[in-house]
Structure formats: C-alpha cells, structure tokens
C-alpha cells in the first residue's frame, strides 16, 4: 500500500482526525490532507517522522505498511489471534472499518 493508504488506516485505526494529527504533528491540516488526497504524494523525510512520531509508529509501516517491531508482536499473540490479524490485512478498508466497529460495538456491551 502507498503511504496515503497507511496513513488513511493508522488514523482510522487510532480514531485520530486530520485535524487532531495536525496539531499533534505541527504540520498544517491542509498538508495533511494533501497527503491523503487523490493527488497525494509523499511528505519529505521530515514531515514523515512527525506524522510517525505523533501517530506512535514507525516511518517504515507508514511508507510501506511494514513493521518488523509489530511482526515481532504479532507473534506472542496467541495462534487465533494471529490468523485474525492476519485475515484482517486481506480486508480492505471499509470491511476494517466494519470489523472494527463491530469489536468496540462488542465491548462496549
């Protein structure tokens, strides 16, 4: 995925607004959305580690949706729980969303 599409899902997955992520970040809401539009391109280096760095996550998952320390994580996991987060990569993102609401629908009750 291209680092929009990482983007657009960390802060879907955190419930961070662009606006929030903005001020977090000190880079200017409409950058932001730049960065996430259908003509987005990728920030420089410097912009990336704030985003990163405001977001708790690494410059490489934001470019390439890679992560090795989550990889890592991902494998204390229980085997159950791996095959979830495993299936839930395979998902795109309004069936994350879904799943996603559907769990906190879930604990909430």
């Known amino acids: ?4 599409d990482n ?4 802060l879907m997955y955190q419930d961070i607004s662009v606006k929030e992520l903005a ?4 880079i200017k809401q409409k950058t932001i959305e730049s960065y996430l539009g259908p003509r987005a391109y990728t920030p420089s280096v410097e912009a990336a580690y704030k985003i990163a760095s405001s977001l708790q996550v690494s410059m490489e998952f934001l470019v390439t949706g890679n ?21 839930l990569e395979r998902l795109g993102k309004k069936e994350r969303k ?5 769990a906190r629908t879930l604990l909430e009750n």
């Not at 090795?68 to 495993?86: A, C, F, G, M």
């Not at 879904?98 to 559907?102: P, Q, T």
């Open 1 to 4: 995925m291209a680092f929009k």
């Open 7 to 10: 983007l657009r899902s960390e």
């Open 23 to 26: 001020y977090r970040s000190g």
């Open 67 to 87: 992560d090795e320390k989550e990889d890592r994580l991902i494998s204390t996991y229980p085997k159950d729980t791996q095959e979830i987060v495993r299936l």
């Open 98 to 102: 879904a799943i996603f609401l559907l």
